[in-house]
């Protein structure tokens, strides 16, 4: 059973549970207003959900770079799978129509051999095209797509449109569209999304529906992109996706109240086929907004709502830790920081937790301990930051310290965990990650070595660049953090409180 966030002494509400869509992404600013001048001020850099803020392009890799990277990509992934085939590296064998061919595809996928069932989709390519059928086509095309083979997956695709009547061809479009939506190239996406929700399944049509909205968005054209998801079905599994984006977009237009119906609702209404992870992250949206708006009895109960062992559990104490602050519960604030400080883990949450600290001891008027944990906060900071740098120093081996999730939005730097997703596309990360699926066949491969070994080089350099960005976006917030905490101790001794006890 799901055991449930206690802290403080208000009530528990359980709720129901939701999941996260990829697009559900909610940032909020970084800094919030409250009613508590002295809680403003030492709070001023909070960054609430924890998520890497969007940047101007000029300060993140350029888009030129990782598209000439993906394009450099694909070339070498033909190149290599036809000398694959060629020299007979792997076990493949002949089948006669692509329907036959699809089932073995997709064992050796849920496997994890993807190499042999790409390569096999490349030895039966005659008898794909010979006998062209569009239906079986697309999934195999899909698997292409996925793996970013595109000149494959492309040749493909314009046989089957070819061949293929209206269904087929918007199914075939709707498989582009994602591939482009991986990229963050909206333009694109759309493109392939217009006229072709009407033949698609139900659900397919719903995820289509899921793109555009998220395309218009990203287009800042809030109110369209509402319409469209209105036009989801409740018993979808892309409904709650759908909410989560809708309370984006009211939130964008200053509609907050909207957005906290919308949400709201959804919460009280379960679906059965909605998990537990998306019912903490709405939960985390909803708790932070009513935050941001002031209602802080609300918000607390809110956070209360998110599970004990989610991942966004951390966010959640740091909300309560805020929330009962601003409620002047100086006590229930403490455990919700401590419980947090426990965790050692290295995310945002918990270096924010080290600001809040102090402040709340203060609060209590315990002001050596204030004082205390005003200096613990400045080491912590001070050793943060110089773990860091040390890991900046690492020069061309710091890819070697990254490890990349399959979650599609995290990456690890030696145990320090950075989302990337507002910043970069998840092509790049699973191109570099799919090359080193190829390495255990580059043995004997004529012609080849060279190429891939600059190609993952290349790949390498991005890499290191995009971590080193990342990196120093987190040494700026603990730099700030660090600012913060000594003037919060400047300002207990300016103010005598101290020298008074």
Known sequence: MKEWLRIGTQPIRRQVSIVLSVFGELFLKRCFTTGNRSLRTILLSLCLLGCPLSSPMAATTRTDTLESLDSRFQQFSDAFYKQIVTQNKLPLQKYKTAGELKPKVTELIRSGKSVHALALIHYNLAAITNNIDAVDVIPLMTVLLDHNDWLMAKHIAELARSDAGKSANSNISFEFARYFMQRKDWLRAQERLDDVINELSVENANYARLMIGTILQHQKKHRAAITVYKQINKNSIYYPSAVLNTAVAYIRQDWWTDAHIIITDLLKNPQSH????????????????????????????????????????????????????????????????????????????????????????????????????????????????????????????????????????????????????????????????????????????????????????????????????????????LQSYLNQARYGLARLYDSSLISAK
């Open 274 to 477: 909605v998990k537990d992870v998306m019912v903490d992250r709405l939960n985390l949206v909803l708790g932070y907004a009513l935050l941001r708006k002031e209602y802080f009895r609300n918000s607390r109960d809110v956070f209360r709502n998110v599970g004990l062992n989610s991942p966004y559990t951390n966010k959640a104490l740091l909300g309560i830790a805020l929330t009962a602050a601003n409620q002047e519960d100086f006590i229930g604030s403490l455990n919700a920081i401590t419980m947090l400080k426990e965790k050692k883990s290295t995310d945002l949450s918990v270096d924010e937790s080290y600001l809040l600290l102090p402040y709340t001891y203060g609060k209590l008027k315990q002001y050596l301990t204030a004082s205390s944990a005003y200096t613990d906060a400045i080491k912590y900071y001070q050793s943060r930051i110089a773990e860091l740098q040390a890991i900046i120093q690492s020069g061309d081996s710091l890819p070697t310290l990254v490890t990349i999730s399959n979650n599609g939005h995290d990456l690890t730097i030696k145990n320090n965990t950075f989302d990337y997703s507002a910043r970069y596309p998840k092509s790049f990360f699973t191109n570099y990650t799919t090359l080193a699926t190829f390495q255990p066949y580059m043995a004997d491969m004529q012609g080849l070595d060279a190429s891939y070994n600059k190609l993952l080089g290349e790949y390498q350099a991005t890499l290191k660049t995009i971590s080193l960005q990342l990196l120093d976006q987190r040494i700026e917030f």
